[in-house]
């Protein structure tokens, strides 16, 4: 009797095995092809053979600053009212990290869709492997938001339903107050000289116009935003000990795209900077004179992203310029003889920052003592 049991058992198990195999997938799950994300038939722990994410592959054609400034999230009804979500001002933070892709997943490339056509409005919904629109929502802020918030409470973002709109600005400037910006950042370094650089963060911002993500890549959010009031928190110089265990590239990764052949001495110093004003003759070699010092940085330094070194010669600013300019500007009017000679015949150089000369034309003439015209005060320049 007992080998006919076993034969017994053997086929009751082979009815069984298809039967569980072929078994459809319980209501609310979505049947997936492996291969959707494997390149591999039978992927294991050791080698997942995993295909790239989509999501990494999509390149926005999107501007940030195309972004409407606000959005309305959330229904009128309930015991919460609608969330004015700051949207323009997360995409600028989102470009820190993981980019539009962070919310907008696979439609940054195209017309952006609304949440809800992806995400169900209701909790009772077929495909329970994706997130209601209510928790899909939930997700993407308490993440970032429990970074620097631990509680993260609901007030933090919703205002509860029948109180007054005009108390929300307030409200949000108690509960998420908005990251304070130091003025100058001293960073300790384990330089042998000069292991004290002073970063001047708010000369950046301002004056050079940089955004966040110029130098704030890969970062959480508590590294600019603090759970303490923009009222009371004293970010205006800060001290810190750079990361150990970085090679000497990556240390000064972030600073040299733009000072990338200026000397140790720029940066590195014995002491902390205190002033920040920035000298440009210092810094980059080159004094403005009195026309070029009130202009703005963006006038001359034109390539985005960073400030590269301008071409010296006038004539690619100021095209055609010698045609039209007045010699008075200079605090000299010349004289007949000299009036139709062209500028390079007594500025040599193209900057014309040296002295001129006279020796190309004349063997007993010398600047400045025999000037070609008549010394006035110097006009004011035309705009």
């Not at 973002?157 to 950042?185: K, L, M, Q, W, Y």
């Not at 990361?243 to 720029?266: F, Y």
Request: net charge positive; proline share 7%.
């Amino acid at each position: 009797m007992r080998p006919l049991l076993l034969v017994g058992l053997v086929g009751a198990l082979a009815t069984v095995a298809p039967a569980q195999a072929n078994r459809a997938p319980r209501p609310g799950v979505r049947t997936l092809d492996c291969r959707a994300c494997h390149t591999a038939v039978r992927p294991t722990k050791q080698d997942p053979a995993l295909l790239a994410c989509p999501r990494l592959q999509i390149k926005g054609y999107h501007a940030v600053d195309e972004a409407p400034v606000t959005l309305t999230l959330g229904r009128t009804a309930g015991r919460y009212a609608p969330v004015t979500f700051a949207h323009r001002a997360h995409a600028h933070m989102a470009e820190t990290a993981w980019g539009c892709s962070g919310c907008h997943h696979y439609d940054q490339a195209g017309p952006i869709q609304p949440c809800r056509a992806c995400h169900s409005e209701t909790r009772a919904r077929e495909d329970l492997g994706k997130p209601d629109l209510q928790a899909a929502m939930h997700r993407q802020c308490l993440d970032c938001h429990r970074d620097w918030n631990a509680a993260a409470a609901c007030a933090t973002c919703h205002r509860p339903a029948g109180t007054p709109a005009d108390t929300d600005a307030a409200r949000r400037t108690a509960r998420a107050p908005s990251p304070v910006a130091p003025t100058r950042i001293v960073y300790q370094t384990g330089a042998r000289e000069g292991d004290l650089v002073t970063f001047f963060h708010a000369e950046h911002t301002g004056r050079f116009a940089l955004a966040c993500a110029a130098c704030h890549q890969e970062q959480t959010c508590r590294t600019c935003h603090t759970a303490r009031s923009a009222a009371t928190a004293d970010r205006s110089s800060l001290t810190r000990r750079a990361a150990l265990g970085r090679t000497v590239a990556q240390a000064h990764e972030r600073c040299s795209a733009c000072h990338a052949v200026t000397g140790c001495t720029t940066c590195h110093a014995a002491q902390a900077a205190t002033a920040a004003r920035f000298d440009h003759a210092r810094r980059t070699g080159w004094a403005l004179n009195r026309f070029h010092a009130p202009l703005d940085c963006r006038q001359c330094h034109t390539a985005p992203g960073k400030f590269t070194a301008p071409s010296t010669d006038c004539e690619s600013c100021h095209k055609g310029w010698q045609s039209r300019f007045d010699h008075r500007t200079a605090g000299l009017v010349l004289d007949d003889v000299h009036a139709g000679v062209e500028c390079a015949g007594c500025h040599e150089d193209a900057t014309f920052r040296a002295r001129p000369v006279c020796g190309g034309c004349h063997t007993d003439k010398a600047w400045p003592a025999q000037k070609p015209g008549r010394p006035v005060g110097r006009a004011a320049p035309r705009e």
